[in-house]
């Protein structure tokens, strides 16, 4: 028996085939998607939304571990799967077992590999993470030939393409890739998946498309970044997937004077209603928003008052007529005309949207709408 949760993150299945659509339309027929899956789809859900892309244009799927993988295979996802992060030596076999492709930088990786390997080469162009020395990229790529093993792709990553307006560094790095492609024609060697586009250089730069892009945080209707936004100059419209919600599980009376949850940092400068909300940083509600987050109750703000326990908060409702227990609080997304948005919880706690919905706990409920 299930008991009916609390708080719930919801998941819009519509926004999510919208925004997936949108860089359909931006890439064209030809050039292949991955829907990057990782970190629990950035929080989302990784199998909610792995069951809908894949049914409606993704061609492949990106995720961070072999465990990610493994998941999907599990649910019987089919789609080609890049394992993106690293895989433990003694795991490899199970990588191929399962029919996961996965990066290469390291020659332990493929020494342990065989022939029924996918295996993408990842090249170091200045990001200065995972990668392959431009000048170890051929060897790389005979050892692979040496040993039968499939060299299904190469690709980069770039370091600050989302957020500069300035792309020039962005541009070197898609120069060295070229001359990685370039060395490797020299050597007859031909890869039949070439990428170097994440949500920004897809949606900017049409150049860095060779024939796969990865699509991560924009597939979840998040831009990478205010620079990213500026430069599209409403080109394409994305429309954010995730709500976070809870209900309300108190009411109660402060009177003017006195002081509101740990540490008394918020004190009652009249007659206060005050509601408890079942959410804190277990949660993923981070504790830098005590006194300062917000959240929608009834389509109006209700400020956050006090410190953001470990599983509950407090809001202020005086201003809210009619507020009853267990009615429905939006901590992220729309309610009426009112939105609290990724972008605002980030600036608050000095982070990026990326942070704010991947850390929401995955034990918490994904509902897709």
């Known amino acids: ?16 085939i919208h ?90 990786t493929l020494e342990k590999a065989n022939q029924k390997a996918k295996v993408h080469l990842k090249l170091e162009t200045g990001t200065n993470r995972q990668g ?42 898609l120069e060295v890739f070229k001359k990685a492609l370039q060395l490797l024609k020299q050597a007859r060697i031909e890869i039949p998946l070439k990428h170097t586009a994440c949500s920004a250089a897809t949606i900017l730069f049409s150049q860095t498309y060779f024939n796969l892009v990865r699509v991560g945080i924009s597939l979840y209707g998040l831009w990478p970044s205010k620079e990213t936004k500026i430069s599209a100059q409403n080109s394409l419209e994305l429309k954010p997937v995730l709500s976070w919600k809870t209900k309300i599980a108190q009411i109660k009376r402060v009177e003017k004077g006195e002081s509101v949850g740990y540490g008394r940092t918020w004190w009652a400068t009249r007659k206060s209603k005050i509601a408890v909300l079942p959410v804190g940083y277990w949660d993923g509600y981070d504790r830098k928003l005590s006194n300062s987050g917000r959240v929608l109750i009834h389509g109006q703000f209700a400020p956050v008052v006090g410190r953001v326990c470990m599983n509950m908060i407090m809001v202020d409702v005086t201003d809210i007529s009619g507020v009853g227990l267990e009615d429905e609080v939006v901590l992220l997304g729309k309610q009426g005309k009112n939105e609290v948005t990724a972008e605002e919880l980030a600036e608050k706690i000095g982070t990026i949207n990326y942070e704010v919905v991947t850390r929401i706990n995955p034990l918490l409920s994904r509902k897709v709408v």
Request: charged share 25%; with cysteine.
């Open 1 to 16: 028996m299930k008991a009916e949760p609390l708080t719930t993150v919801e998941i819009s299945k519509k926004n999510l």
């Open 19 to 108: 925004n997936l659509g949108e860089f359909r339309k931006r890439v064209g027929k030809r050039i292949k998607i991955m829907a990057v899956v990782k970190a629990n789809a950035y929080g989302h859900g990784i199998l909610e939304v792995a069951k809908i892309v894949s049914r409606n244009g993704a061609d492949w799927l990106g995720v961070a571990s072999l465990e990610e993988g493994l998941l999907l295979r599990q649910e019987k996802i089919n789609l080609p799967i890049l394992v993106l992060g690293y895989i433990p030596l003694s795991e490899i076999g199970k990588a191929i077992k399962e029919d996961l492709s996965f990066v290469v930088y390291n020659r332990q």
């Open 132 to 173: 392959i020395d431009l000048k170890e990229i051929v060897f790389f790529a005979k050892f692979c030939q040496k040993k039968n093993i499939f060299l299904e792709g190469i690709y980069t990553h770039f370091a600050n393409i989302e957020d500069a307006l300035d792309p020039s560094f962005a541009m070197e790095q």
